[in-house]
């Protein structure tokens, strides 16, 4: 463990001493808090291209299709001894059976692959039985049992335990019965880890996925806070006016992605071209989500990197992408990638994120004012406070009403706006006004489907 790094604050708000007329405050300096902050130890994913050779891809080949044949074999036996006599098998008990079946001739063939491969698979579907339970207790439909495998699956990955620390230490990734595996680019300066994924994805490309935990140093204080509004004509527009130019990925490749499948589907099923031209389109898919994540990465990098405070939408990308017409579009933006981006870079870099609640009116609501108007339409990208007078972009004002949101919720303020028509103030011999919540607002029933998201 590194030394803990001594970090000097400097206060934002100095401190006030009274002076001059009566009732005003005049600041005469400014409060400089000293403290010491270890550097904080998070697991973070490594993903590095893996280039097997000719003779290491056929080994694969067979390990992934015994690797596959287990999980349907274990997938069978369960799903036959619940129906059948109500039993429960686990792991542990398809493993037993296992080391007897590699004793037959007939199944010799499972003692290719290292028995932790086969293991892993095993445990694998231990947790997905899990999740599948987890879900059924909490009443979601449909609940996912878990499917066999097809015989042609073509994205597929194994996980291997013991690789070589001494040749982990000198930059290579030696796996067991496999070898050595050449990478595109070094081995991070990490630990050894516990174990080592190797995945082929459907474009036939290979890959070393591990994980590591790793010491990173907190960013320096900005003092600057910002709101973020995630949307479709721009990615995404910032409480400060800034506006992130959405680069719609997809729809920029549709044309020529639409030409390949339908080349794709004139193949004859089996031959060789069409496997060749299958690789081809998930290249096409493989370079789209690439870029996509570039973008994304660029994004939540500058955000953590430049403010202290970040506040955004908590949006139900799940149930906003059942959209009949926007589907396509809410998809390639990848809100749901850029927030979960958020999430744990604030947490490595000592940043604060705070989420909106979805149910906030942003973008109907005066940020100058706080009057909320009935109905804002999709289309309107613009509009005129009628109590202040001020006029509005739909996506700014949107950012500094998720801006005063979320500071409200890390001030601990209560959950109400008091910015209502200026209004006598309860004492003065009158009622004050209805104040607006500004939290969740569920009454709001969307007759028309989606057509009044804020997006």
């Given at each position: 463990?590194?030394?803990p790094v001594?970090?000097?604050y400097?206060?934002?708000h100095?401190?006030?001493?009274?002076?001059?007329?009566?009732?005003e405050?005049?600041?005469t300096?400014?409060a400089?808090?000293c403290?010491?902050?270890?550097?904080?130890a998070?697991?973070?994913s490594?993903?590095l291209?893996?280039y097997?050779n000719?003779?290491?891809v056929?080994?694969?080949?067979?390990?992934?299709?015994a690797?596959?044949?287990l999980?349907?074999?274990?997938?069978a036996s369960?799903?036959?001894a619940?129906?059948?006599r109500?039993?429960?098998?686990?792991?542990?008990d398809i493993?037993?059976?296992?080391?007897?079946?590699?004793t037959l001739?007939?199944?010799a063939?499972l003692?290719?692959?290292?028995?932790?491969?086969l293991t892993?698979?095993l445990?694998?579907?231990?947790a997905?039985?899990?999740?599948?339970?987890?879900?059924?207790?909490a009443?979601?439909?449909p609940?996912g049992?878990p499917r066999f495998r097809?015989?042609?699956?073509?994205?597929?990955s194994l996980?291997?335990?013991g690789?070589s620390?001494?040749?982990?230490?000198?930059?290579?990734v030696?796996?067991?019965?496999l070898?050595?595996?050449?990478l595109?680019?070094?081995?991070?300066?990490?630990?050894r880890?516990?174990?080592v994924?190797?995945?082929?994805?459907?474009?036939g490309?290979?890959?070393?996925?591990?994980?590591?935990?790793?010491?990173?140093a907190l960013?320096?204080?900005t003092n600057?806070?910002?709101?973020?509004?995630?949307?479709?004509?721009?990615?995404?527009?910032l409480?400060d006016?800034t506006?992130?130019?959405n680069p719609r990925h997809y729809?920029?490749r549709?044309?020529?992605?639409r030409?390949?499948q339908?080349?794709?589907?004139?193949?004859?099923k089996?031959?060789?071209?069409r496997e060749?031209?299958?690789?081809k389109?998930?290249?096409?898919h493989?370079?789209?989500?690439?870029r996509?994540?570039?973008?994304a990465h660029q994004?939540?990098?500058?955000?953590?990197?430049n403010?202290d405070?970040?506040?955004?939408e908590?949006?139900?990308?799940k149930?906003m992408?059942?959209h009949?017409?926007?589907?396509?579009?809410i998809a390639?933006?990848?809100?749901?990638?850029i927030t979960?981006q958020?999430?744990?870079?604030?947490a490595?870099y000592?940043?604060?994120?705070?989420?909106?609640?979805?149910?906030?009116p942003?973008?109907?609501?005066c940020s100058a004012?706080?009057?909320?108007?009935?109905?804002l339409?999709?289309?309107?990208?613009?509009?005129?406070c009628p109590?202040?007078g001020a006029i509005?972009?739909?996506?700014?004002?949107?950012g500094?009403n998720?801006?005063?949101?979320g500071?409200?919720q890390?001030g601990?303020?209560?959950?109400?706006?008091?910015?209502?028509?200026?209004?006598?103030?309860?004492?003065?011999?009158?009622t004050?006004p209805?104040?607006?919540?500004?939290?969740?607002?569920?009454?709001?029933?969307?007759?028309?489907?989606f057509?009044?998201?804020?997006?």
């Amino acid at each position: 463990m590194a030394e803990p790094v001594s970090i000097t604050y400097k206060s934002p708000h100095p401190v006030a001493k009274q002076s001059g007329a009566k009732g005003e405050g005049v600041l005469t300096a400014s409060a400089t808090a000293c403290y010491t902050a270890p550097m904080p130890a998070v697991m973070r994913s490594y993903r590095l291209r893996a280039y097997p050779n000719g003779a290491q891809v056929r080994m694969l080949n067979q390990w992934f299709g015994a690797a596959r044949w287990l999980w349907n074999y274990s997938l069978a036996s369960r799903t036959k001894a619940y129906q059948r006599r109500k039993e429960s098998l686990t792991s542990i008990d398809i493993s037993r059976r296992l080391t007897k079946l590699k004793t037959l001739p007939k199944y010799a063939w499972l003692s290719a692959p290292p028995a932790t491969c086969l293991t892993q698979t095993l445990r694998d579907q231990d947790a997905t039985f899990r999740h599948f339970f987890r879900r059924v207790k909490a009443g979601e439909n449909p609940a996912g049992y878990p499917r066999f495998r097809p015989r042609h699956e073509h994205t597929t990955s194994l996980r291997f335990q013991g690789v070589s620390l001494p040749k982990w230490v000198k930059g290579t990734v030696s796996l067991h019965k496999l070898g050595a595996v050449k990478l595109a680019e070094p081995l991070p300066n990490v630990q050894r880890p516990d174990t080592v994924t190797l995945k082929r994805e459907s474009d036939g490309r290979y890959y070393i996925t591990f994980s590591a935990k790793v010491e990173v140093a907190l960013l320096p204080v900005t003092n600057r806070v910002i709101g973020v509004d995630l949307g479709l004509t721009h990615l995404a527009t910032l409480s400060d006016g800034t506006k992130i130019e959405n680069p719609r990925h997809y729809r920029a490749r549709l044309r020529y992605l639409r030409q390949q499948q339908r080349c794709l589907s004139r193949r004859q099923k089996g031959s060789k071209r069409r496997e060749r031209q299958r690789l081809k389109v998930a290249r096409i898919h493989a370079k789209i989500r690439a870029r996509r994540q570039y973008t994304a990465h660029q994004f939540t990098t500058r955000l953590v990197r430049n403010f202290d405070v970040i506040a955004v939408e908590d949006l139900a990308v799940k149930n906003m992408i059942r959209h009949p017409r926007l589907a396509r579009s809410i998809a390639d933006a990848g809100w749901g990638e850029i927030t979960r981006q958020l999430e744990y870079k604030c947490a490595w870099y000592g940043r604060t994120l705070v989420k909106v609640d979805r149910w906030f009116p942003s973008s109907k609501t005066c940020s100058a004012c706080g009057h909320k108007l009935e109905r804002l339409a999709l289309s309107v990208r613009g509009w005129t406070c009628p109590d202040c007078g001020a006029i509005h972009d739909r996506d700014i004002n949107a950012g500094q009403n998720i801006l005063l949101a979320g500071m409200s919720q890390i001030g601990g303020r209560e959950d109400r706006d008091l910015r209502r028509e200026g209004g006598a103030l309860a004492g003065d011999g009158e009622t004050a006004p209805d104040e607006l919540r500004t939290g969740q607002i569920a009454s709001e029933l969307f007759s028309n489907g989606f057509n009044q998201i804020n997006l």
